[in-house]
């Protein structure tokens, strides 16, 4: 579950402020995880003092989490932002410098804000636009991919038709990766940035053409970026139908896949087509299954797949013919997401 790492005072403050803090007050009570900087017993008298902000808000609140007290751990982090990069997921808003904050969202891409400066709508973007059919998009994946992108180090793609289709001669989904990561991927970050594409093997290609393709595309995605890019291939049937990317704060989608552009012309639209894409905290409202929420049920459930697979792998047996590409020396998956 995506959670919200606080300070004691600042919560308060979203509670007491819930109408000059609207957007604050609707994330601190939309059913995500809440860990709050303070000990047990402080968290226990504050639930119980009917007059305490905290306690009012999750007594009148019915979709509120119960807030744990994490107080320790979120000291720690305070002293080494880097710790942070172990919740891939998380939103921390701590009592540190604002610089210091911006150097973490800069060098981890991370969510880590300071107290003193934080967003007022943070996560709550949205982008849809429609495509036809050989309608051409100056620049590609880049003409798609206008608006600013937002915090990220990692993001997983699952599309059971990526690597179908072929123009020419030339898988599609092949040809569109390199450019869609140029247009998706943070301009700077000092971690390695993890991407998974989880698609079968449609055409049932050969390991040796695989092998090749794959080499390709490490070779051409180093070329993206001044920071180290791993890509994990997972050649499996994905157990979601739709066409998604989920990365740490946003969900991407598609109607009829990630191959978006021809192979021989890639400005030059495959089939009609959508692209959407959709921050966290994009839903608040919605009385139905949040962004956030969905997420979070991407990374579980294809985290579960990927284990399997994995499994399969480093039995021996793979009765299935799965295929793993990018992954750890021990079979298991490498990316963050999905760990």
């Not at 007059?51 to 720690?76: E, R, V």
């Not at 459930?301 to 399969?312: F, V």
């Amino acid at each position: 579950m995506i959670t919200l790492y606080i300070e004691a005072h600042k919560i308060e403050e979203f509670a007491l402020f819930d109408k000059e803090m609207p957007h604050w007050d609707k994330v601190i009570k939309s059913g995500i995880n809440l860990c709050i900087n303070i000990s047990d017993n402080e968290l226990d008298e504050k639930l119980k003092d009917e007059l305490d902000p905290l306690s009012i808000a999750y007594k009148n609140s019915g979709t509120m989490s119960l807030p744990m007290a994490l107080g320790n751990y979120i000291d720690g982090v305070k002293e080494d932002l880097t710790q942070t990069i172990d919740k891939p997921n998380a939103i921390f808003i701590l009592d540190v410098e604002e610089s210091s904050a911006s150097e973490i969202q800069k060098k981890l891409g991370m969510a880590v804000f300071s107290c003193n400066n934080l967003p007022d709508n943070l996560f709550s973007k949205n982008f849809y636009k429609e495509y036809r059919k050989n309608e051409i998009v100056k620049n590609g994946w880049n003409g798609v991919i206008q608006f600013d992108k937002q915090l990220s180090n990692s993001l997983v793609i699952t599309d059971n038709f990526f690597f179908k289709n072929e123009d020419r001669g030339e898988n599609r989904g092949i040809k569109n990766l390199i450019p869609f990561l140029d247009a998706f991927l943070p301009d700077h970050l000092e971690i390695e940035y993890h991407i998974t594409i989880v698609s079968p093997n449609s055409k049932q290609m050969s390991d040796l053409w695989w092998v090749k393709e794959y080499g390709k595309l490490v070779t051409s995605a180093k070329l993206l970026r001044d920071y180290p890019i791993n890509l994990e291939l997972v050649l499996s049937k994905s157990v979601f139908h739709k066409r998604w990317l989920v990365s740490n704060y946003v969900r991407s989608e598609t109607d009829v896949g990630f191959d978006f552009f021809l192979a021989s012309n890639l400005e030059k639209v495959s089939e009609s087509n959508y692209f959407r894409y959709i921050e966290i905290f994009r839903d608040l409202d919605n009385k139905g299954t949040k962004n956030f929420e969905s997420n979070m049920t991407v990374f579980e459930d294809l985290s579960e797949q990927c284990t399997i697979i994995s499994n399969d792998v480093k039995s021996g047996k793979n009765t299935r013919n799965y295929k793993l590409f990018g992954c750890n020396a021990d079979k298991t998956i490498k990316n963050r997401l999905l760990n």
